[in-house]
């Protein structure tokens, strides 16, 4: 675990459960999107990481990223930044270890209709 990801309050112990999934724009993948779990800590966390050659473009980019919960239908540990170009981005802890659950991210540019998103396979 990066010291980047300790900062950014994810606890140690916390490691990949499930699929990495990609984001595409058009036929060019732009991110990629995994869940993790902190044994530790009792939590899910949603990750993206944004693809160098789409950053290299300097096109600034809104992104949102969580944990989707299945059985409670929505999106939790959300965090979301704007205008951004960073490259690494960690949700917030969310205590959906009960719940069957995928890690979500979704890149938005303000000029292009639509979003770019992926979700990784669902873990119970």
């Not at 530790?40 to 944004?50: F, K, Q, R, S």
């Not at 160098?52 to 409670?72: A, E, N, P, T």
């Amino acid at each position: 675990m990066s010291a980047r990801a300790l900062e950014a309050g994810v606890c140690a112990d916390a490691y990949q459960i499930g699929t990495t999934s990609y984001a595409y724009r058009g036929t060019e993948q732009i991110a990629s999107v995994k869940q993790f779990y902190s044994p530790e800590c009792d939590e899910n966390y949603g990750y993206v990481w944004v693809w160098k050659s789409f950053l290299d473009k300097k096109i600034k980019f809104d992104l949102q990223v969580g944990v989707w919960s299945y059985d409670r239908s929505t999106l939790l540990g959300v965090r979301r930044e704007y205008d951004s170009l960073n490259q690494e981005f960690w949700g917030n802890g969310a205590d959906t270890v009960d719940d069957c659950t995928s890690g979500d991210g979704t890149l938005t540019i303000a000029s292009e209709p639509g979003s770019y998103a992926a979700r990784t396979s669902k873990r119970c």
